[in-house]
């Protein structure tokens, strides 16, 4: 006979095939590794960017107060400092707002691919994606318009999500996608406006720190070696800022690919982890100088 196996083994057997034929092509069900790794590698990269801003600002604020001293001493000087200033601070809020809101949406998409198709998700899943449209608003951030990200929906591969999920990735793609674009703008306003600043403040510093000291001391100080070399390096702020831009840029693919339902993030969350790393050792580098 060609086939001795009882009729009920022999149906339990083309069963068990048949679940492994299609969980090998992908088509047995909800795949949602890819959801719940840029779920956690988006918390990851966030709370990066929240880190590399509170450090720029603080190194705005550290540098701006040095930099006081040596500029006109008179109100109109003190006033125009602290007005720029309070405007950054008020500016970056609005950022880290906007950063929290994402935050907050990638922690309800991480639920969804898990399985929680509650109410309560769905709801906090359209409020947080609705609240993405209202971005920080500054003149020199440049603005996400809804043809610079679209067709995104598109991308969405349906056999490898659940019915619940591939809805809300569809309805939802442009507008990530969007406010994942736009996180590399404000990181590039960030570089630009700091740059600008830095570049007064290096001014004087050379002058102040390295120029007169050396051409009117003879015998020059330690200080001034440390000063001679900070005038040639990059600033540390500016380096970390181009490199969560270079992360946010990577991120912008990483959503495309958990459209599609493929891809890994480990080679984001170590980008992630060495630009940590990079604000620790900056700080204890700033902390020091300070103490000197």
């Known amino acids: 006979m060609l086939n001795s196996k009882p009729p009920g083994l022999l149906a339990v057997t083309l069963a068990a095939m048949l679940t492994a034929i299609l969980t090998l092509s992908g088509c047995a069900g909800p795949t949602p590794l890819e959801t719940e790794g840029v779920a956690k590698s988006g918390r ?19 540098f701006t107060a040095d930099l006081l001293p040596d500029l006109p001493r008179n109100e109109t000087t003190l006033l125009t400092q602290t007005d720029a200033m309070r405007q950054r601070v008020e500016l970056l809020n609005d950022v880290a707002a906007y950063f929290d809101v994402q935050l907050m949406y990638f922690a309800e998409l991480d639920a969804l691919a898990k399985g929680d198709t509650s109410t309560g998700t769905a709801r906090a899943l359209r409020k947080f994606v609705e609240a993405l449209n209202k971005a920080p608003d500054s003149p020199g951030i440049t603005r996400v318009t809804k043809t610079a990200v679209s067709g995104l929906a598109g991308q969405v591969a349906q056999w490898r999500h659940s019915k619940a999920l591939v809805k809300v990735l569809e309805r939802d793609a442009d507008t990530v996608g969007q406010a994942l674009l736009m996180n590399q703008y404000i990181l590039e306003e960030q570089i630009q406006w700091i740059t600008q600043r830095e570049e007064l403040a290096r001014q004087v510093e050379y002058r102040e720190k390295v120029l007169k000291p050396y051409v009117g001391t003879k ?11 900070a005038d040639i390096k990059r600033p540390p702020t500016i380096e970390l800022l181009e490199q969560a831009k270079a992360a946010s840029i990577d991120m912008q693919q990483a959503w495309v690919n958990v459209l599609r339902g493929q891809g890994s993030f480990e080679h984001l969350r170590g980008t992630f982890a060495q630009i940590n790393d990079n604000i620790q050792a900056a ?10």
């Open 44 to 62: 990851q990269y966030l709370n990066t960017l929240k880190k590399v801003n509170e450090f720029a600002l603080d190194h705005t604020l550290e």
């Open 283 to 292: 700080s204890d580098t700033l902390a020091g100088e300070q103490n000197d």
């Open 219 to 229: 015998k020059l100080p330690q200080a001034w070696k440390k000063a001679w070399i």
